[in-house]
């Protein structure tokens, strides 16, 4: 999906935030969007159709109404009440035009504009509102990889984002029909790998330990990658299926991902993945084998160590 940040910008720069007004924005969509000032730098963005949307939720960043014209049209609009959220209410904004811009029709339009509404409500609740570090950036983007994998190597897409479960809090990182995935991001030097917690890796089922080789790099490297290019990747895959853009949106959200264009200015490298099958004699902390005054432990594993279990 595009970005419309810098369209969006563009036009409320050139509406008078005092007196008020609406300039429509000039789009290839099924619906008639608009940008206007509901108030004094009160920023508002408003979607035009022939379809009534209901009831809208607010929330204590946005104030969302439908309502009927003279005209008879009705005016979905979306107003910014805390200017300390203008950075992320544009890129929802944007992200909601472009969710909607490749529906079958006006109503279809309508009904994906509230269904990712809905998810920015969520995401406003529960967001990080700082842009995620470098070695956070890696972690999640080869989480995403593999993912991307989970997909392309047949698996249904709702059921393939459904099991990434990291975000939810889960222990380890997916959950498939084959058994359990924990995902670690490393450079292509590193000698070993780190296990935050002993539940990690102790699982009753048989899993598997997957690590990418992954450091930042510069724009002109070879095959190099975005964490921005990447999600884009997924939101293509999982538009059409019903729920998957949702359902990854909101794991995105849950991870401290907001789609902004900063992520597509650090590029890294993904060199190599090993996969290691985590069996009952793989090597491994077992809270079993702690003592119960042990709440938590982490540890590395040598990854030459690791060969015999090697996939």
């Not at 491994?284 to 996939?311: C, F, T």
């Amino acid at each position: 999906m595009g970005s419309y940040d810098a369209e969006l910008r563009g036009s409320w720069d050139r509406i008078d935030c005092h007196d008020g007004g609406a300039l429509q924005i000039p789009l290839p969509h099924p619906l008639e969007w608009h940008v206007r000032y509901a108030g004094e730098n009160q920023k508002s963005l408003v979607a035009v159709s022939d379809i009534a949307a209901g009831e809208l939720p607010s929330s204590r960043a946005i104030e969302a109404a439908c309502r009927q014209r003279r005209d008879g049209r009705y005016a979905l609009s979306f107003t910014l009440l805390n200017r300390a959220e203008e950075d992320v209410f544009i890129t929802m904004a944007g992200d909601m035009i472009a969710f909607s811009s490749d529906a079958a029709s006006p109503a279809d339009a309508v009904q994906r504009v509230l269904r990712r509404y809905a998810a920015w409500v969520r995401l406003f609740e529960r967001r990080q509102s700082e842009l995620l570090g470098i070695h956070a950036q890696k972690g999640l983007l080869g989480e995403l990889l593999f993912l991307k994998e989970v997909i392309e190597g047949g698996h249904p897409m709702l059921e393939a984002v459904a099991g990434w479960a990291g975000p939810d809090g889960a222990d380890q990182d997916f959950f498939c029909d084959d058994g359990w995935h924990e995902v670690k991001a490393v450079g292509a030097a590193a000698p070993g790998v780190s296990i935050s917690s002993v539940e990690q890796l102790d699982h009753p089922m048989a899993g598997e330990l997957v690590v990418f080789r992954i450091d930042a790099c510069v724009p002109q490297h070879n095959d190099a990658v975005t964490l921005y290019q990447t999600v884009s990747a997924l939101e293509k895959m999982a538009v059409s299926t019903p729920g998957a853009a949702e359902t990854l949106f909101l794991k995105l959200a849950a991870a401290g991902y907001v789609h902004r264009e900063e992520y597509d200015q650090q590029h890294f490298f993904v060199s190599a993945q090993q996969r290691y099958a985590v069996t009952e004699n793989f090597p491994r902390m077992r809270r079993a084998g702690l003592p119960r005054e042990v709440v938590n432990i982490s540890y590395q594993l040598d990854l030459p160590s690791l060969a015999p279990w090697e996939k």
